[in-house]
């Protein structure tokens, strides 16, 4: 790009990779939330997530840690709370471990990491080094995928309240307040990345930061579908639906 854009034809851009690129748009997040999987494969998919959450505070605590001021860091850190929690209020991945346990996982497997998939180790862990290597703005750029998830969480949680009678409001408790947290979290995000993209470089990179954390997120759906709707190519040391650690005895 040699072109310098205007703010608004930067965010235009931001939005068609949002419409065209985003994980709303697999088939696995198309199958989860019209209720075509079975119980095993969402447990398959709660399970690879806790993964992703578990290190979203890890990867926000490297941008925290390079903000220059201090109202910067006040804003990012809610990031980190809103995740890891308070003592008097659940956090994020304390609420992803209820929803593993709510579709019939133990908690102490989810917890361990263990049986993920190689491919949502790769994928998630690279996103943390994508932010802790690449520049301030790049980082806080691969967050606007947050623009789009208001929408793809409304349309999960909805269909998987339908479908499924395994699921219940309680369970799905996670996506709550993730609607509201990520509008004004990628808001913040979205201003930031308009303003200090000041030159057709910087503007590039926004782009492509965007792109790449798209992909961590569409990979990791990838893997899932592979491994558990279509071929069902298994890694090893995977979780496999019937393996007796990770399930509840009944
Ligand atoms: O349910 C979803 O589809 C979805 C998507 C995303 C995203 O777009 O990265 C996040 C979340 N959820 C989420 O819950 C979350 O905490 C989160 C943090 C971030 C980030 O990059 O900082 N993305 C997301």
Same mark, same amino acid.
């Given at each position: 790009m040699t072109e310098m854009l205007s703010k608004a034809d930067l965010e235009a851009r931001l939005r068609e990779i949002g419409r065209t690129r985003y994980h709303s748009n697999h088939p696995f997040q198309i +199958?989860?939330?019209?209720? %075509?999987?079975?119980k095993p494969q969402v447990q398959a998919w709660a399970l690879n997530r806790y993964y992703y959450q578990s290190m979203i505070p890890v990867k926000d605590a490297h941008i925290l840690a390079r903000l220059g001021s201090v109202e910067l860091r006040r804003e990012w850190r809610e990031r980190i709370i809103d995740h890891d929690g308070t003592e008097t209020e659940r956090g994020g991945i304390v609420k992803w471990i209820a929803l593993a346990e709510?579709?019939?996982?133990?908690?102490?497997?989810? +917890?361990?990491?263990?049986?993920? @998939?190689?491919?949502? %180790?790769f994928s998630v862990d690279a996103y943390v080094n994508f932010v802790r290597d690449r520049t301030l703005l790049e980082a806080i750029a691969?967050? @606007?995928t947050e623009l789009f998830s208001p929408n793809v969480i409304g349309v999960r949680t909805k269909g998987m309240l339908e479908h499924y009678d395994f699921i219940t409001p309680e369970t799905l408790a996670y996506f709550d307040k993730r609607p509201v947290q990520a509008k004004r979290d990628s808001d913040f995000a979205l201003t930031y990345c308009l303003e200090n993209a000041r030159r057709p470089e910087e503007q590039q990179a926004v782009i492509d930061a965007l792109t790449f954390k798209c992909q961590v997120l569409w990979t990791q759906l990838?893997? @899932?579908?592979?491994a558990y709707v279509e071929p069902r190519h298994l890694p090893f040391d995977a979780w496999a639906p019937d393996a007796a650690q990770a399930t509840k005895a009944a």
């Amino acid at each position: 790009m040699t072109e310098m854009l205007s703010k608004a034809d930067l965010e235009a851009r931001l939005r068609e990779i949002g419409r065209t690129r985003y994980h709303s748009n697999h088939p696995f997040q198309i +199958m989860l939330q019209e209720g %075509r999987l079975s119980k095993p494969q969402v447990q398959a998919w709660a399970l690879n997530r806790y993964y992703y959450q578990s290190m979203i505070p890890v990867k926000d605590a490297h941008i925290l840690a390079r903000l220059g001021s201090v109202e910067l860091r006040r804003e990012w850190r809610e990031r980190i709370i809103d995740h890891d929690g308070t003592e008097t209020e659940r956090g994020g991945i304390v609420k992803w471990i209820a929803l593993a346990e709510g579709v019939g996982l133990d908690r102490d497997y989810v +917890m361990s990491g263990k049986g993920i @998939l190689p491919a949502t %180790r790769f994928s998630v862990d690279a996103y943390v080094n994508f932010v802790r290597d690449r520049t301030l703005l790049e980082a806080i750029a691969s967050s @606007l995928t947050e623009l789009f998830s208001p929408n793809v969480i409304g349309v999960r949680t909805k269909g998987m309240l339908e479908h499924y009678d395994f699921i219940t409001p309680e369970t799905l408790a996670y996506f709550d307040k993730r609607p509201v947290q990520a509008k004004r979290d990628s808001d913040f995000a979205l201003t930031y990345c308009l303003e200090n993209a000041r030159r057709p470089e910087e503007q590039q990179a926004v782009i492509d930061a965007l792109t790449f954390k798209c992909q961590v997120l569409w990979t990791q759906l990838d893997a @899932l579908h592979h491994a558990y709707v279509e071929p069902r190519h298994l890694p090893f040391d995977a979780w496999a639906p019937d393996a007796a650690q990770a399930t509840k005895a009944a």
